[in-house]
């Protein structure tokens, strides 16, 4: 009995050793290709919008403040999200212009009506 386990690990042995890692070749590849290379595009993209800001921007922060930019530091931001009334909100947390984050819901919204 032992002699036949010897046996099967001698011939699992003489086999080609690359071909155990095929398999984990082939799972990092989809891993990178459908996880890690997307995420690097969408960070290098928030990055780019991040480093272009100006005054005068209207954006949408990551708690969902809508607000013009009328003042910005490398890490702060002030908005002003109503007639004098001024939000400082760090640089990391503005996610996007406003122009992006309404277009899809314009069509969407309704008018009110009077009845």
Do not use: W
Request: glycine share 10%.
């Amino acid at each position: 009995m032992v002699d036949i386990a010897y046996a099967a690990d001698a011939a699992q042995a003489s086999g080609n050793p690359l071909a155990g890692f095929i398999p984990m070749i082939l799972i990092f590849v989809v891993f990178y290709f459908l996880l890690i290379r997307p995420q690097q595009k969408k960070a290098k993209t928030q990055q780019e919008f991040l480093s272009n800001l100006k005054k005068g921007d209207e954006v949408v922060s990551g708690g969902g403040l809508h607000g013009k930019i009328t003042g910005i530091t490398d890490s702060v931001v002030t908005l002003e999200i109503a007639d004098n009334l001024r939000v400082k909100v760090s640089r990391q947390y503005i996610l996007s212009p406003v122009s992006s984050m309404t277009a899809g819901s314009k069509d969407a919204s309704c008018s009110p009506s009077g009845g």
